[in-house]
């Protein structure tokens, strides 16, 4: 088989010394930026990326993926053990992972958090290096009017997942998209909206928006509300779940990597909704619902392993299409150009080393994982007492140097700032600033295809929906149009609204 | 949470029902009229082949069509009040960041009528670290000025240890001294 010849030159790059030895950092490090609540993945990738500079790509990509994936593992630690989640996708663990830390169960939960994701993880793993050779034949196929339409129904899928309301998070992606055409005109070489400023034609850097919106709009967001760490002060106890709870666990991991594989491969940022789904069924399909929300093993294993699926599939659209489906693969994409190398289709071919290499350090950055997280509790447990008003100055300086670093350039650190204030003015406003940042990854790309398509049409507009020559095109556009109608129906935005209140 | 927000705004209404859904309404469809403006000199395109005006300009126009219709919903549907906004945060937090920007290969403007001239010389990391370091701290409320201090020296030198000897950075420590 050519998926297992494939994994096997996959592994020989991913265990040499020097790749083990950088999975193993950034699980670290994601495992730290999981539990330290306030400091997300987006802007810790954001703020290492100078640091990969020095080393070969598939180095540098396979650290940056252990940092998400470890940051995913990280997130439910504090869940379970502080009540509030370390990471956006960890919001339903803390539902019953807190319970049951109160009923004196913390081992069992951060246990059983650990094995469900442990075991979707390796799930996940397979289910990537299956689905990427046929689904890069599919892209071959397709040509500008395509990508352009996949890209449409991505930012559209990421609109409708986005928190809160549908039409404020297309406002969003329009300023993303607008703010990527700032810079010189690939085809012309005109200066757009540049005001004459010369830093400005290479157009703006996207880890200046990445951290100026996330980093530090999010460090003012929590200095404004200062939060109260409830850190459980009851012992852990064994961090091995008994065979009862075991037993319960069984189905729930399962329904819960399928739904979050399944839910991580859609473009436009599907994985977060895999642990809500998941913890929707679970509760749907209990003997007894009530125990819900006081505890119940189910509504841990489930969700979590729906969490770390979802993480990991959600690679499945960048490494394939060369579409990034949400912020972090959207900073991968900086991280591989920074290298010279173009995401899509393309990759697999051309360095078939550096897609299998990354896909294999997945697993062994999953078996790390696992190892991290279980002996060495008691040091991220540590970590959660440092206090805010050291913690905030030390990423504000880490974040200054990287973004120095980046182009040597003090100029763009100021550039962050100021989109550090056009973030906390947004989240004033009531925006989500997720939906910007892919838009203004994807503008630059979807401008291209756009000027292709219409320029390949002789003008003519309606390509993008020509079912007879254009099928794929026209169906990729059907789908944006019923979603965008589904997600305005009233039935269903109530629906979505308790979605996302549980 | 969300609930008590919209109950307790819903008191008192006159023509705006959502005062934070109107200041975001009227910023999008500002920042399309902005973008409108700033894309006018730009060459639009004709028939088949678009120019690089006509994305720019495209975008101005949803922005815009966008931005009134979440002007429309402020007016009908209610919704959250206006945040207050913080002055302490974003002024040290921003503020040590664009100190950091303007000492760390120091400041040169070039003012007309007189040249190019320095503001602030080069400082290098030694000294634009614990100045950012010790702004920043000034967000909280909560002072500890020794344990600040203290923090501020010790997270410099891990800095100075772990980007530029470690990482070999090619960022400025103390470029007064050559380094």
Redesign the interface.
């Known amino acids: 088989m050519d998926m297992i010849a494939n994994l096997a030159l996959g592994f020989g790059v991913a265990l040499t010394l020097k790749n083990i030895g950088l999975c193993l950092l950034g699980c670290l490090i994601g495992t730290l930026v999981g539990v330290l609540p306030g400091v997300g993945p987006i802007a810790t990738i954001a703020m290492l990326l ?2 990969t500079f ?1 080393l070969d790509p598939v180095g540098a990509l396979i650290m940056l993926a252990g940092i998400y994936y470890g940051a995913q593992y990280g997130g439910s630690t504090t869940a379970i053990l502080v009540n509030i989640p370390g990471e956006a996708t960890s919001v339903v663990t803390v539902l019953d992972g807190h319970q049951m830390a109160r009923n004196g169960r913390a081992g069992a939960a951060l246990g059983i958090s650990a094995i469900g994701s442990f075991f979707a993880g390796c799930v996940a793993t397979i289910v990537i290096a299956a689905l990427a050779a046929p689904l890069t034949r599919v892209a071959l196929l397709f040509g500008p009017a395509e990508y352009f339409s996949l890209m449409v129904m991505g930012l559209i899928f990421a609109v409708v997942l986005a928190r809160g ?1 549908v ?2 998070a ?2 969003m992606v ?2 993303g ?2 703010l990527s ?1 700032v810079g010189q ?1 690939l ?2 070489g ?1 200066d ?2 540049t ?1 004459r400023w010369p830093e400005l034609s290479d157009g703006i850097d996207f880890t200046t928006i990445a951290m100026g919106m996330f980093g ?1 709009a999010e ?2 967001r929590n ?2 509300n200062p939060e109260t760490r409830d850190v459980l002060r009851n012992r852990i106890g064994s961090l091995l779940p008994n065979w009862e709870e075991l037993k319960q666990s069984i189905m729930p991991v399962l329904r819960g990597t399928g739904l979050g594989a399944t839910l991580g491969i859609l473009p436009g940022n599907g994985a977060v909704l895999g642990p809500f789904a998941s913890y929707t069924l679970e509760k749907k399909i209990a003997k007894d619902p009530s125990r819900f929300g006081k505890g119940a093993i189910e509504g841990v294993a489930g969700p979590e392993s729906a969490n770390n699926a979802g993480a990991q599939t959600s690679f499945i659209p960048l490494l394939t299409l060369g579409i990034p489906p949400n912020a972090v693969m959207a900073l991968m994409v900086g991280a591989m150009t920074i290298h010279g190398i173009v995401p899509g289709p393309q990759v697999m071919e051309k360095r078939p080393d550096l897609f299998w290499g990354m896909i294999a350090s997945m697993w062994i950055g999953n078996l790390m994982l696992l190892v991290i997280n279980l002996p060495m509790i008691g040091v991220w447990v540590k970590l959660l007492k440092v206090p ?3 913690l ?3 990423i ?6 990287g973004i ?2 980046v182009n ?1 350039n ?2 763009d ?2 550039i ?2 100021f989109f ?2 056009v973030g ?2 947004f989240l ?4 989500e600033v997720a939906p910007l940042l892919l838009g203004f990854v994807l503008g630059k790309l979807m ?1 291209e295809y ?2 292709r398509s ?2 390949m ?3 003519d507009w309606s390509v993008f929906v020509d079912v007879v020559n254009r099928p794929i095109s026209a169906a990729l556009i059907a789908i944006a149009v019923i979603l965008v109608v589904l997600s305005l129906l009233p039935s269903i935005t109530k629906k979505r609204d308790t979605v996302f ?1 549980e | 949470m ?1 609930e008590d927000k919209v109950n307790t705004a819903a008191e008192s209404r006159g023509l705006v029902k959502s005062p ?2 109107m ?2 309404g009227l ?2 469809v500002a ?1 399309g009229l902005f ?1 409108l403006w ?2 006018s000199n ?2 639009g395109g004709r ?10 300009r495209g ?2 126009f ?2 815009m069509a ?2 009134s ?2 002007i429309v ?1 402020a007016l009908t549907v209610v ?2 009040r ?2 207050a ?2 002055i ?3 002024v040290f ?2 503020g ?3 100190v ?3 000492t ?2 120091g ?1 040169t403007l070039n003012i007309p009528g007189i040249g190019r001239t320095d503001l602030i010389p080069p400082l290098g ?1 030694i000294v634009a ?1 614990p100045m ?2 010790v702004l ?2 000034l ?2 409320t ?1 002072r500890n000025w020794f344990q600040t201090i203290v ?2 020296a010790s ?2 030198a891990f ?1 100075i240890l772990l ?1 530029k000897v470690a ?5 400025p420590v103390a470029p007064w001294a050559g380094w």
């Open positions: 100078p640091i020095g309301s039409v404020k297309v406002a329009l300023c998209l607008i055409t005109d085809e012309t005109a757009r909206m005001f530090f460090i003012l200095l404004e805010y008003r050291m905030f100055p030390s504000l300086m880490f974040c200054c140097i120095y670093s040597n003090p100029f650190v100021m962050t700032a550090g204030l906390y003015a004033k406003m009531g925006f401008e756009l000027r219409i320029l049409s002789r003008g209140v | 969300q934070q859904d200041f975001a910023f999008i920042f973008c700033a894309s730009l060459t028939g088949a082949n678009l120019g690089p005006g006509s994305f720019p975008l101005s949803l922005l966008v931005g219709i979440i919903q919704g959250p206006l945040e906004w913080s302490r945060g974003p937090v921003l040590s960041v664009l950091f920007a303007a760390i290969r400041t990391l670290g950012t370091l920043a701290s967000a909280t909560e923090f501020a997270m410099t800095c980007f990482l070999r950075l090619p960022i």
